[in-house]
C-alpha cells in the first residue's frame, strides 16, 4: 500500500520532565493510515510514557500533538477518543462479569425509551463488527468475558477499539502472556485492522514479532527516536543493537542522561 502524505497521527517536539528526569527529549513520532507503526525500546526509553501522551492520559510539557495534520489539545482520554484515537492496553479494561456486547458498548450504550440498555441491538451490532474483524468467539455472546480465554479476552479489547476508531489503535503488549496460537490469531486479527485503513501503533519487546508484523519501526532509547526502519530494512541483530544504541540513524541521539 502506498504510504498517505499525511500522518493519521503525529507529534513533534514532545518535552516530558519528572523532577529532574527527562522522560521525553524532543521526540518525535509519526502513524500512518493502513500501516502498523511499531515502537521499540529498552525499560526507561520513554516508551510509556509517548504512549500516555499520544492517548491522552497525560500531557506533554511541550511539543505538538497532530491527528490528520491538524494540531490537537488533550486533556485526557476522552478528548483522544473524540479525535478517533482508541487504546488497548496491557490490562485490557475489561468488566469481566459483563458480556462482550456490553464491554463494546461501555460508556457508549444503546438505549430504548432513554432509559433501558437495548441488549439485543448491541449484541447484534458486536457480532456483526467481530464476523467482519474475523473474530470467531465460541462462547454465547451473552456469557460474561471472564470466561473467554486471554486470546479472546485480547481480540475482544482490540475489536472494540476497532469498532470506534476513526484514525488511531494504540495497542500496548497485545501479545504478552499468549501462548503460540492465540498470538498468531491476535496477530492476525490487527493485519485486518490494518486492512481496514486504520493507523495502528504496536508496542511490544518481542523484536522478531514487530519485524514479523510492522510496516515501520521506531526505536526509542534514552528519551528520544534514535532509529527508524521500513519493512525489509532490519534484522533481529541490528534492532537489538538500535534498542542498546550501538547503532542510530537518527541526527540528534541523546547521551547521558537515564529517563523513566
Not at 507529534?11 to 502498523?36: C, D, I, M, W
Not at 485480547?154 to 476513526?166: D, E, G, L, T
Amino acid at each position: 500500500m502506498k504510504r498517505a502524505e499525511v500522518p493519521a497521527l503525529a507529534a513533534h517536539g514532545l518535552e516530558k520532565k519528572y523532577g529532574q528526569v527527562r522522560a521525553l527529549r524532543g521526540v518525535s513520532f509519526e502513524a500512518y493510515p493502513g500501516e502498523v507503526t511499531a515502537l521499540v525500546g529498552d525499560n526507561g526509553a520513554g516508551k510509556s510514557t509517548l504512549v500516555k501522551c499520544l492517548a491522552g492520559a497525560i500531557r506533554p510539557d511541550c511539543g505538538r500533538i497532530m491527528v490528520k495534520g491538524r494540531p490537537v489539545s488533550m486533556t485526557g482520554p476522552v478528548q483522544a477518543t473524540k479525535h478517533g484515537i482508541e487504546t488497548v492496553y496491557q490490562d485490557l479494561a475489561l468488566a469481566s462479569d459483563l458480556d462482550a456486547a456490553a464491554n463494546v458498548f461501555l460508556g457508549r450504550e444503546i438505549r430504548r425509551l432513554r432509559v433501558l440498555h437495548d441488549h439485543k441491538e448491541m449484541r447484534r451490532r458486536t457480532a456483526a463488527s467481530f464476523a467482519e474483524l474475523g473474530v470467531g468467539l465460541v462462547q454465547d455472546m451473552r456469557v460474561p468475558v471472564s470466561s473467554f480465554s486471554g486470546g479472546q479476552r485480547q481480540s475482544v479489547a482490540i475489536a472494540r477499539a476497532a469498532m470506534w476508531a476513526k484514525h488511531v489503535i494504540i495497542m500496548d503488549e497485545p501479545t504478552a502472556a499468549l501462548g503460540v496460537i492465540q498470538t498468531e490469531k491476535v496477530l492476525q486479527l490487527v493485519d485486518r485492522v490494518r486492512s481496514r485503513g486504520l493507523a495502528v501503533v504496536f508496542i511490544s519487546h518481542n523484536l522478531p514479532q514487530v519485524i514479523e508484523v510492522a510496516d515501520r519501526i521506531e526505536v526509542m532509547r534514552l528519551g528520544a527516536r534514535t532509529a527508524r526502519f521500513r519493512r525489509g530494512e532490519v534484522d533481529v541483530e541490528r534492532l537489538i543493537a538500535a534498542v542498546s544504541g550501538a547503532y542510530s540513524n537518527e541526527a540528534d541521539v541523546p547521551n547521558g542522561e537515564v529517563t523513566a
